[in-house]
Nanobody, 119 residues
Framework: QVQLVESGGGLVQAGGSLRLSCAASGSIFSINAMGWYRQAPGKQRELVARTSGGSTNYADSVKGRFTISRDNAKNTVYLQMNSLKPEDAAVYYC??????????????WGQGTLVTVSS
């Protein structure tokens, strides 16, 4: 069984920083893509950042403030969030496309980690 486990959420003041981590575990053969999404109360889940095949893309609202990175040896993806704003507050979810020796998981989700930004 493959799972994604996020960590690093919490409460931070506006202008502060947080780093989220997401580790994939299980009998993993390869991970084709990893990314972060977020969902604020009353809003749809939206893409924050994603990395795949060496390329990355970001939501316009976080460009220049957030950085996604990946440690392939650890099957882990990170999201460094700087200059946080109250509107960044949300539950952040890790997403990945994972291939194991038995099957492909095209759309695997973590349980989410809460980010709260105080003004």
């Amino acid at each position: 069984q493959v799972q994604l486990v996020e960590s690093g959420g919490g409460l931070v003041q506006a202008g502060g920083s947080l780093r989220l981590s997401c580790a994939a575990s299980g009998s993993i053969f390869s991970i084709n893509a990893m990314g972060w999404y977020r969902q604020a109360p009353g809003k749809q889940r939206e893409l924050v950042a994603r990395t795949s095949g060496g390329s990355t893309n970001y939501a316009d609202s976080v460009k220049g403030r957030f950085t996604i990175s990946r440690d392939n040896a650890k099957n882990t993806v990170y999201l460094q969030m700087n200059s946080l704003k109250p509107e960044d507050a949300a539950v952040y979810y890790c997403n990945a496309e994972v291939v194991t020796v038995l099957r492909r998981y095209p759309d695997l989700w973590g349980q989410g980690t809460l980010v709260t930004v105080s003004s």
